[in-house]
């Protein structure tokens, strides 16, 4: 029956899925903010389009500021990243190739 099954089997993640709602927003924020600064510390394409828009990880401090100053990017600035440098990964790859298993694209 639905309704005698336990929270282990009705969520992925419960401890997560369950947690008040800010409580869940601190920790989202807490992971976009260690995010944003892995990626402008791995990615090159991140770190030179937000160093030409004056943006710094240190200028986002919330979920408001992401928002706010960081800017949208297109397929076509990846493409031409892409072209501009000759990197096959457009600069969005974050670890050393060496460190790869796999890798697997979409044409969309």
């Not at 600035?77 to 892409?82: E, F, L, P, Q």
């Not at 072209?83 to 694209?105: M, N, Q």
Request: aromatic letters at 10%; hydrophobic letters at 35%; a negative charge.
């Amino acid at each position: 029956m639905v309704g005698d099954r336990d929270t282990a089997d009705r969520y992925f993640e419960p401890q997560v899925e369950t947690m008040p709602r800010e409580e869940l927003r601190a920790r989202q924020e807490k992971q976009l903010l260690e995010l944003v600064e892995y990626a402008y510390a791995n990615s090159a394409f991140y770190r030179e389009l937000w160093d030409e828009h004056g943006v710094h990880p240190r200028d986002i401090r919330s979920v408001e500021d992401f928002r706010a100053r960081i800017p949208f990017i297109t397929k076509d600035m990846i493409r031409a990243y892409r072209s501009r440098t000759g990197d096959a990964f457009a600069g969005l790859l974050c670890v050393p190739v060496e460190e790869l298993t796999s890798v697997s694209s979409s044409s969309g």
